[in-house]
């Protein structure tokens, strides 16, 4: 009976007797700015310890932010130096006159804060590009960091990244995949390497099966238009947050919206603005979509107004216009389209600062059409968009003022008229020799054996007696002689004589009504005529 006493005796004041346990208190250096320090691994203590602190030869100091769990302390912040983590630091705990000391090596109890401003785009060399900051006071080459990233919410692949790099590429991504990227970082061992990595960051999503996909365009360089609805209607309520560079979140004033959902939002901006990083957050109770933006080459300017063309006095065909945007003149190029006859466009550049357009020589039965567009040239910061094209101005004949639908209905009966006017004044001309011949004479085609030179011609009877004479002339016919010597030609009865050459016979006289008698009355015989050729 006395040894169960005893036992029982022995339990209830054990405790009493029972050496009591310190309590182990762990620090760490955070973002390099403070060191916390925390004593509730075994879960929240029974009494509120006071907490002491202090570097190396320092003088003891007390906590002045403690962190409590139910009304109890349970750790303390204490401000220090991002160098003093190369020196000892010590801790003490006190309650009453218990006092736990311990001593700690901070080099390698290190944790960053995750990065931040986690930003995707789709480079010019086909490539996609995340981007980040750190946000320590350690400099950037004691910075190391480490990417994980998905593709379709598929397994995680990990990368390092070196010390002094702010950006992960993948190269010649699918534009059907969604991509999900986060990414850590610590000091590397240049530095003092840590062996605590940061929390990941806020993960950056790009792809077409992305819900959350924003989309920006500087209009007008007046405002960004940001959307969303890419893949549709969203089927939540998004909260839209964007920020300049450095500058506050801003929360949306001006929402787009579909079927009562928000998909966009449009916020003012200041021209030069577009040379910064825009970036955009959706949120969504939990969630949260970050994206950077570069604004410079996505500007959309409004199509140029005021149309006018004018027949200049060169006799050219002019046309102008204005562009409304708040960029220098000098900063806007253009594109012009025309036509003619509602064939097929042509297309012609504009120079910087220019604001009309020339066609030589315009016909003016012809109909042209002309529209033109600007954007923001090269030497400005090149957009890759055209506003849209500007409303068409329209100058000729063929004006769609008059256009066929209001065509007189005179018209048709004004070409049968004529066509029929013209097939009676052939038949006539064809019935109507005289008329034929002098209107349309024929060519004459000359005949060897026509003597006539009225021959020629295929008159008609009545016009052909008029080439007849009415009067009556003298014959006048002529040959030729050859000069014989008059050695050569003895006459008959011994004596010589002299043949001429005249050139007429018109001096031997004959009978004048004979009309048919081409020689005189005394010809030469033909033995004379046979010895004055020998």
Not at 408 to 417: E, F
Request: proline content about 5%; charged content about 20%; hydrophobic content about 30%.
């Amino acid at each position: 009976m006395m040894p169960a006493r005893l036992l029982l005796l022995l339990c209830l004041i054990g405790p009493v007797f029972a050496e009591k346990k310190s309590p182990d208190v762990d620090c760490l250096v955070v973002n390099l700015d403070y060191v916390s320090c925390t004593w509730n691994k075994t879960g929240t203590p029974e009494v509120n310890y006071t907490f002491y602190s202090k570097l190396g030869n320092d003088q003891w100091k007390i906590c002045n932010h403690y962190l409590t769990e139910n009304n109890m302390n349970i750790g303390c912040n204490q401000q220090v130096d991002s160098r003093d983590r190369f020196k000892t630091f010590r801790t003490r705990l006190t309650n009453g006159s218990e006092n736990f000391e311990k001593g700690h090596e901070l080099k390698k109890q290190v944790k960053l804060n995750p990065p931040t401003n986690l930003t995707v785009l789709n480079g010019s060399d086909f490539n996609l590009w995340f981007y980040w900051n750190h946000t320590s006071p350690a400099p950037l080459h004691c910075v190391e960091g480490e990417v994980r990233f998905r593709t379709n919410n598929n397994n995680w692949d990990f990368s390092k990244v070196s010390a002094g790099i702010q950006k992960y590429c993948i190269t010649f991504p699918s534009s059907s995949s969604r991509y999900e990227l986060q990414v850590r970082n610590r000091i590397d061992d240049y530095c003092g390497e840590s062996i605590f990595w940061s929390d990941w960051s806020e993960p950056v999503v790009w792809g077409s099966n992305n819900s959350t996909d924003v989309d920006c365009l500087v209009v007008n360089l007046d405002c960004v238009s940001c959307k969303w609805n890419k893949t549709g209607t969203p089927e939540v309520n998004y909260t839209f947050y964007s920020k300049l560079g450095n500058d506050q979140w801003k929360i949306c004033n001006h929402y787009l919206t579909e079927n009562n959902m928000n998909i966009g939002c449009n916020q003012q901006v200041d021209s030069r603005d577009r040379f910064k990083t825009f970036r955009t957050r959706l949120t969504n109770g939990s969630e949260n979509f970050e994206k950077g933006h570069e604004l410079k080459k996505q500007v959309k300017l409004n199509p140029p107004t005021n149309l006018t063309v004018l027949n200049g006095s060169d006799f050219n065909l002019w046309f102008y216009w204005n562009h409304t945007s708040p960029a220098p003149l000098h900063c806007v190029e253009g594109e012009v389209r025309f036509r003619t006859n509602n064939n097929n466009w042509d297309l012609s550049k504009v120079s910087a600062g220019i604001q009309k357009y020339c066609i030589n020589l315009p016909s003016s039965s012809s109909r042209y059409e002309l529209q033109v567009r600007n954007r923001i040239d090269d030497y400005c910061g090149e957009s890759i968009f055209w506003s849209d094209w500007s409303e068409p101005v329209v100058w000729g004949s063929n004006n769609s003022t008059y256009s066929k639908d209001l065509m007189s209905p005179w018209t048709p009966v004004i070409y049968v008229v004529g066509v029929i006017t013209v097939i009676l004044l052939a038949m006539i001309l064809l019935h109507h020799d005289r008329l034929r011949i002098i209107l349309v004479p024929v060519v004459p085609k000359p005949s060897p054996f026509l003597h006539n030179i009225e021959d020629w011609f295929q008159f008609s009877k009545g016009l052909k007696d008029n080439f007849k004479p009415d009067y009556n002339e003298r014959a006048c016919p002529v040959r030729e002689y050859n000069y014989v010597s008059q050695s050569d030609v003895v006459s008959s009865d011994g004596s010589t004589c002299s043949v001429t050459t005249d050139q007429t016979d018109c001096s031997i006289e004959h009978d004048p009504e004979d009309l048919s008698a081409p020689f005189p009355s005394n010809p030469v015989s033909y033995e004379e005529v046979q010895k004055a050729s020998v």
